[in-house]
């Protein structure tokens, strides 16, 4: 019987803390027979940092919100098996429900294995798939893998969805010896984190799923494009590379078969439209990031015009389960056009948020009220944003709609990759709307009129809208703009720029009128369109307003009722955040 | 080798060992250019044209590649950067009034620099921790769930470890 402390570290487990309490914990422990290890990110974002109490493998008490004064009664606690110390940081029966209700294939080990250490990988079971497939004996053909993904019915979880099996396929058939297997994990949709949680949880998943497809098209080098802003996922996938290079799974022969596949890592540099496969080809030449015509398609003319094959993180983290436990299993789960699960980043005015993975067919309401625990602070749920910059907003009347990629077409919004970004009645609609466009329009490469201009077109409407300054005839002149835009661009994020105008404009158009016409912002949050009024029943004359207005814009004499002069006032808010009686209002 | 583009005063030779790496090796430009900023802290413009020359490449192309990526400067950066995420997550839960707290402290726009060199200020989409939103990095440290007065405590710590130095 053996003892384990595991503090789950990535990225925002450290950023919570989780240095700290491993630091603290360390010393408490020497001479003692237990071990500290470090495990990724169980994805229980709001309850971090989280340390995990094992006996061999049996957990025996996850703590949450653990501080480094706590690491005394946790030292304590594991050394003699009397947990009765650390009572209070045992997570709530509540708050496990949030896992539960899971069903985790991708995150099958993250948060409970050690991502530094290819030995703890190959405990919960990586490189058996590959190992099988390599098998002298009873192995699989490259076209056996490609049947068994087939069978599986797994698509693209990059966002657009595509029969995994087809692409790998097409690279397959492609004429010529030399052929690439590329990971995209650029994950530039802004409120997503599931390829970063997965690369610095278990890297060695996504290379053995990596393997096998490099295997099933014929590629002899594999290649990472991994976005800058994540150096952790960066170090831990040089380890794992580096550890699976050592034990023979990457290189020349591997595990003594005639299979050989060399792996490479090249980061990028920060350009959203690199996640679109043929700009991230191009940049991975040491271009600039400018999508090219399709067709031809990478799995025709990719990477150094060779065939190539792109899949998100995601997608491959499912392969290797997938050879294991056979395309059925997979397939049996999920809707008549969704098969398997997916893996969501849980965000924004949520109780619990963090990352979910559930069988396709799920709906919304139990993933953000069931699983997510609903709004936080007490507010009132008013929209889901899903896809991103390419995606759109699904409203509370919708909230029925299951997971599945056409129901959530339908809605206007995408699947995407996985940004979950939930909103309660404080979020204004039209703001959400610019917000997006600003996005877009700084992030359009430039490469084709439609989305350099278009986009650019959109943005000013919105922001003369959000600004007071919207006209008669804007929200007709958008559509029309949209409709050209999504028609006229070269690559995916021109034509699904317009996403979240349109899906805002269909569900939330009374916002978008109320800011034209009647210069209002519904849920108070454009600055332009608030209007400030001093109560003269609840003032009492202490100028604490006066004295902290920036530009001097109210009046009135010591305890005597204050005013603000509407012309000079610049919207800022202060006045109401100092006033003690509440006498500060805003229309 | 070295190199005649000496309009500024960067040391060139601290590239030899980029070159050797990654001359030869085609497709290799952005690699380059990330240890090159690395070396420098920005991408000072004598060493765009050194890169130019010792890859065989023109430096219309160089500057052109380095200005498509927002990864790279151009000019130098205080001390400690401070990354400031806008994505979606971060704006939903406030990250205007994180920016406006830190802009109002130290005085500095998006993308500028404090007068003293110890802060620049820089406003990001995304930063992958979006369950702790509003985010920020400074240098290599995250902080997670800001409000603007721990922005501020934040950034008052620094500046009483740096006044203490
Ligand atoms: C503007 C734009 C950005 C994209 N960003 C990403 C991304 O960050 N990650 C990703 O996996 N796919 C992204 N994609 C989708 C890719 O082009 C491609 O479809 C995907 O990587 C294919 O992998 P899959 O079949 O496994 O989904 C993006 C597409 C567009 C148009
Ligand atoms: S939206 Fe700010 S970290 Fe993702």
Request: net charge negative; with cysteine; hydrophobic share 40%.
């Amino acid at each position: 019987m053996s003892r384990r402390i595991a503090v789950g570290q990535g990225s925002c487990g450290i950023a919570a803390g989780a240095h700290k309490v491993a630091s603290a914990l360390l010393p408490l422990l020497a001479g003692k027979d237990i071990t500290l290890s470090t495990v990724g990110c169980i994805g229980m974002c709001w309850l971090e940092p989280i340390v995990d109490l094992y006996e061999d493998d049996r957990l025996l008490a996850r703590l949450v919100k653990v501080q480094p004064q706590h690491t005394a009664a946790i030292a304590e606690a594991v050394i003699t098996g009397d947990l009765s110390g650390v009572a209070d940081l045992m997570i709530t029966p509540e708050d496990n429900a949030f896992l539960t209700q899971q069903t985790r294939i991708a995150l099958r080990n993250c948060g409970i294995i050690d991502p530094e250490s290819i030995e703890s990988a190959k405990q919960a079971g990586a490189y058996s798939a590959i190992g099988r497939i390599l098998s002298a004996e009873n192995g699989m053909t490259p076209e056996d893998v490609i049947e068994c993904i087939k069978v599986s019915g797994l698509a693209g979880r990059g966002g657009a969805g595509f029969p995994t099996w087809f692409k790998w396929n097409a690279a397959r058939q492609a004429a010529g010896d030399e052929k690439y297997l590329i990971c995209n994990a650029d994950e530039g949709d802004p409120g997503a984190f599931m390829d970063r949680a997965v690369i610095e949880s278990d890297p060695h998943t996504l290379i053995e799923g990596m393997l096998i497809g490099a295997y099933a098209i014929g590629a002899q080098e594999a290649i990472v494009y991994v976005r800058a802003e994540y150096p952790l996922a960066i170090k831990r996938l040089e380890q794992a590379i580096f550890e699976a290079r050592e034990a023979g799974y990457i290189g020349k022969n591997i595990m003594g078969s005639d299979f050989s596949c060399e792996f490479r890592i090249k980061a990028g540099a920060g350009a959203f439209v690199c996640g679109e496969e043929t700009a991230l080809i191009e940049s991975l030449q040491g271009q600039r990031g400018m999508p090219r015509l399709k067709p031809p398609f990478p799995a025709q003319s990719g990477y150094w015009n060779k065939p190539s094959n792109i899949n998100n993180v995601e997608t491959f983290a499912n392969v290797a389960w997938i050879i294991t436990n056979g395309g059925e299993a997979f397939a049996a789960m999920g809707t008549e056009d969704s098969k398997g699960t997916k893996v969501f980043a849980l965000t924004g005015k949520i109780r619990r948020g963090g990352l979910v993975e559930i069988p396709m067919g799920m709906t919304l309401r139990q993933v953000i009220f069931d699983i997510g625990g609903g709004i936080r602070d007490g507010g009132t749920f008013k929209a889901v944003q899903m896809g991103g910059p390419s995606g759109g907003c699904i409203p509370a009347s919708l909230l029925d709609t299951v997971i599945d990629y056409k129901k959530l077409a339908a809605t206007g919004a995408i699947m995407g990759s996985g940004g979950m970004v939930v909103m309660d009645d404080s979020t204004c609609m039209v703001s959400m709307a610019k917000f997006f466009l600003d996005f877009t329009a700084k992030e359009s490469c430039g490469k084709c009129v439609h989305c350099r201009i278009g986009t650019k077109r959109l943005q000013e409407i919105l922001t003369r809208i959000v600004e007071g300054e919207g006209q008669d005839g804007d929200i007709e002149l958008m559509e029309e703009l949209c409709n050209a835009v999504r028609d006229g661009a070269l690559c995916g994020l021109g034509q699904t720029a317009p996403n979240p105008v349109l899906s805002t404009l269909r569900y939330f158009r009374a916002e978008f009128e109320a800011h034209i016409r009647e210069k209002r912002c519904p849920s108070h949050t454009c600055t332009a369109l608030l209007h400030y009024a001093i109560d003269p029943e609840k003032c009492r004359g202490c100028t604490a307003c006066a004295r902290n207005c920036p530009v001097y814009a109210i009046s009135g004499a010591v305890r005597e009722a204050h005013e603000i002069a509407p012309e000079a006032c610049i919207h800022c808010g202060k006045c109401m955040t100092v006033c003690k009686f509440g006498a500060v209002t805003v229309q | 080798m070295n190199c005649e583009c000496s309009r500024q005063h960067s040391d060139l030779s601290l590239l030899e060992p980029v070159f050797a790496e990654y001359a030869d090796v085609k497709g290799s430009l952005i690699t380059i250019l990330q240890h090159a900023q690395e070396i420098y802290g920005y991408l000072p413009s004598d060493v765009i044209y050194c890169i130019a020359e010792r890859t065989g490449e023109t430096p219309a192309r160089v500057f052109g590649v380095a200005t498509f990526y927002t990864q790279f400067r151009f000019q130098p950066v205080g001390k400690y950067l401070i990354m400031l995420c806008d994505g979606t997550a971060c704006h939903v839960n406030g990250s205007a009034r994180i920016a406006a707290a830190v802009q109002e402290y130290l005085h500095v726009e998006n993308g500028g620099t404090t007068e003293d060199g110890l802060f620049s200020f820089s406003i990001v989409a995304c930063l992958g921790c979006c369950s702790l939103s509003p985010v920020m990095m400074i240098n290599d440290s995250t902080y997670g769930s800001l409000t603007p007065e721990l922005v501020l405590e934040i950034l008052k710590d620094i500046q009483a470890k740096e006044a203490a130095e």
